[in-house]
């Protein structure tokens, strides 16, 4: 199944970052990130302004563990919390779910969500019998939309006027990883 992987150990390791399980203490470098402009430019919420916000955050994404609906790893770098990235929207029955990230922007730029990226979607297509990862990535996202390029996902097309956002509808563009694409990349 694939909420199987909520009962593996979901630390992983690279040459330069361990990604691992979120904890409350890492509520300081969360609200650095999440009320940095830049960082949520394309974001639905406005950047936090107030650290109880985190807090409330830090919550959903360790409750996510528990009721395995979420599964977001905290990114660490020279023993700092720099960014977040994981799966949510697991759909049993068609073998998916949604992929989403989002880094410290004095830490962008230098690999590391790719890298990170890299990590966590090997360790699903591991271990589990996953078929599909998604991304909805705003058109004007361009990290984003370089980053999942980079990754190998496919660009499956624009969801016309999609989504209320920022007090104004919004094209999304889809992103797909099937099993098959990753054997291919
Ligand atoms: C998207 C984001 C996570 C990328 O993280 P990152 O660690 O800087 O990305 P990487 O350094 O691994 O770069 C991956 C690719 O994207 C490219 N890229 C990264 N930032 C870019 C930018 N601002 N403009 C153009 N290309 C960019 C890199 O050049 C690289 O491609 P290449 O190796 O072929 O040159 C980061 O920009 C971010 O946190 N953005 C704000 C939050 C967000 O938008 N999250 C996604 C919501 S859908």
Redesign the pocket.
């Known amino acids: 199944m694939l909420t199987d992987i909520f009962d593996e150990d979901m630390t992983l390791r690279s040459d330069r970052l361990i990604l691992r399980r979120l904890a409350k203490g890492d509520r300081d470098d969360l609200y650095e990130?999440f009320s940095d402009r830049?960082?949520?430019?394309?974001?639905d919420v406005l950047p936090f302004d107030d650290i109880a916000q985190a807090e409330e955050m830090l919550d959903r994404f360790i409750g996510g563990y528990s009721d395995r609906s979420m599964m977001r790893w905290g990114i660490e770098y020279n023993g700092k919390m720099v960014?977040t990235?994981g799966f949510f929207g697991f759909k049993e029955d068609c073998k998916k779910a949604e992929m989403?990230?989002?880094?410290?922007?004095s830490?962008?730029?230098?690999?590391?969500?790719?890298?990170?990226?890299g990590m966590i979607l090997g360790f699903i297509f591991d271990k589990t019998d996953i078929n599909r990862v998604e991304?909805?990535?705003?058109p004007e996202?361009?990290?984003?939309?370089?980053?999942?390029?980079?990754?190998g996902f496919v660009r499956e097309g624009t969801l016309r006027q999609y989504e209320c956002c920022r007090g104004g509808i919004i094209d999304i563009t889809v992103w797909g990883m099937l099993r098959s694409d990753r054997q291919k990349h």
């Open positions: 990130i830049e960082v949520m430019r394309y974001y960014g990235c989403g990230y989002e880094l410290n922007s830490f962008q730029r230098m690999g590391i969500m790719s890298e990170a990226l991304a909805y990535i705003e996202n361009t990290a984003s939309l370089a980053t999942a390029e980079k990754l």
